[in-house]
């Protein structure tokens, strides 16, 4: 059995506290791992261990809001953020599980957020949007569900389409036609949204020219 003797504010991280038994640093913990702990209190092995267990498991679980501080992430960001910080595979459900529970994680808004973000500034088709999202782990019946409520892809098509022929302006129909269409396609629409939009699209910067 061992006694508390101290619990001191670490300098370098005051969201975490040096624990010493017997006079000795004993280990160190979060202040909500620590929370209860007071001067004086006998600890056996058995419970210093689930101290350590329960600090390792609010270490990653702050670790991961960190990371979420930044911008909304999906599950599969979260784990793989987590496993880059070996963080003991063991942890990483409970994490991502007391995150949903919260409200801080959860994959459909994650999709909306992306797709709505990908509409605002750089428009693209259902093909690239659908790659992107399966690369963040989404669900296929989620990313389903989100371009159909969120992309039109004829719209997003002109609007990508519209800034770059105003760029091409200057190029012979030819050439025009080819660099809008590859950029369009990487862009990710498919042929039959591109093939109609080249010309209205050339009209349009060809009137613009000679207002």
């Known amino acids: 059995m061992n006694k508390i003797t101290a619990i001191k ?23 909500m791992v620590a929370g209860w702990l007071q001067v004086g209190q006998i600890l ?70 992306w797709v709505e973000n990908r509409n605002a500034f750089r428009p693209r088709g259902r093909r690239a949007l659908n790659i992107e999202l399966r690369q963040k782990g989404i669900s296929d019946e989620i990313i389903e569900s989100t371009l159909d409520t969120l992309v039109d892809e004829e719209t997003l098509a002109y609007q990508a389409g519209l800034k770059k022929a105003k760029k091409l302006a200057r190029y012979e129909w030819q050439d025009f036609r080819k660099k809008l269409a590859a950029f369009l396609a990487r ?17 349009e910067v060809k009137a613009d020219d000679n207002e």
């Open 9 to 31: 504010a670490q300098r370098k991280n005051p969201q975490r506290v040096s624990i010493f038994l017997d006079g000795e640093f004993a280990f160190g913990l979060t202040r």
């Open 44 to 113: 056996g092995e058995e419970k210093i261990a689930a101290l350590k267990a329960d600090d390792e498991l609010e270490m990653a679980y702050l670790r991961a809001i960190n990371f979420l501080s930044y911008r909304p992430r999906s599950k599969r960001e979260i784990r793989n953020n987590l496993r880059k910080y070996k963080v003991p595979e063991m942890l990483i459900e409970p994490t991502v599980e007391r995150l949903e529970e919260k409200g801080y994680l959860n994959d459909a808004d994650f999709a909306k957020l």
């Open 187 to 203: 862009r990710g629409f498919n042929y039959g949204i591109i093939s109609p939009l080249l010309p209205q699209l050339w009209e």
